[in-house]
């Protein structure tokens, strides 16, 4: 077996204002977890509502899940909290820290690199129904402003509830603030996203140049790839490790799960379909 490095886990923030929906998308993380283990931080249990019945071990401020995933109340220590979920066994595909909505995550971010983890990208949730309100309001503008500015995505929440002229106007603001168009509102309770491609022939050095330019947001990607010669090779990309292992077993599609605010399919696929041609 070929292994690039020592294992990474990756780390995001899920950030936005009081109300934005930030606890709906870590519920919608969790529950929709397409088979990885996540490590959750956050502030408060009682507001994540979970399926008591998906937990299945209380034991202090950790719950664990059945499908893998755990929760814990961070207190006042988050660094702590951060080094024993890097440190798991078996390790976590990812941890997520949700913020509080009065914070600023861009000053959490130093937190995302600790040993043991890397930092994946913070993902700034706005309420289609709020932001022009908050924009403009003298106590909390400034907050609001920066948290969009300072996000590697945002996700524009509540365009269900919200007439045509909000989600218009929460557009117009956070493209004002970051020149780019948000994610609308899809995406927030559907946080994964699932790629599988059909890659050719390919070398170790193909395979191993290609997972040195990971797009941000991938967090798993596994398959039989087929060799140049004969076989395959069985690909294992997780927590920012590649392991390549020599098989018999007939190629398959790569699957590869990223999050889909901070990546995209037609990223994903391209990344995969340029990087192996080389």
């Not at 009065?102 to 937190?111: K, N, T």
């Not at 890659?199 to 947001?217: E, H, Q, Y």
């Amino acid at each position: 077996m070929i292994r690039t490095e020592a294992r990474s886990t990756p780390a995001m923030i899920v950030g936005g204002y009081l109300g934005a929906g930030k606890t709906t998308y870590v519920n919608a993380l969790l529950a929709n977890n397409d088979g990885l283990r996540i490590a959750v931080m956050v502030n408060d249990f009682g507001a994540l509502a979970l399926d008591a019945e998906l937990i299945v071990n209380a034991n202090g401020s950790t719950w664990e899940l059945a499908n893998g995933c755990a929760c814990c109340e961070v207190g006042d220590d988050l660094a702590a909290a951060l080094q024993q979920a890097a440190a798991s066994d078996p390790p976590f595909d990812l941890v997520v820290i949700e913020s509080s909505g009065v914070s600023l995550p861009d000053r959490m971010r130093a937190m995302c690199s600790l040993p043991g983890l890397h930092d994946e990208g913070t993902v700034v949730l706005v309420d289609a129904t709020d932001i022009a309100r908050l924009s403009a309001d003298k106590y909390v503008s400034s907050i609001v402003m920066r948290q969009v500015q300072r996000a590697d995505a945002v996700i524009v929440t509540k365009t269900d509830i919200a007439s045509v002229e909000q989600v218009s106007r929460a557009n117009d603001i956070v493209n004002s603030l970051r020149g780019e168009k948000p994610i609308t509102g899809e995406n927030h309770l559907d946080p994964h996203a699932v790629v599988e491609v059909d890659l050719p022939p390919s070398s170790v050095d193909a395979l191993k140049d290609a997972f040195t330019a990971v797009p941000r947001g991938v967090v798993r990607a596994k398959g039989f790839v087929p060799r140049t010669d004969v076989g395959s090779w069985l690909i294992h990309f997780a927590g920012g490790r590649l392991d390549i292992t020599p098989s018999d077993h007939p190629a398959t599609v790569l699957t590869v799960i990223f999050i889909a605010a901070l990546s995209s399919h037609n990223e994903v696929s391209t990344w995969l379909a340029s990087s192996t041609k080389k």
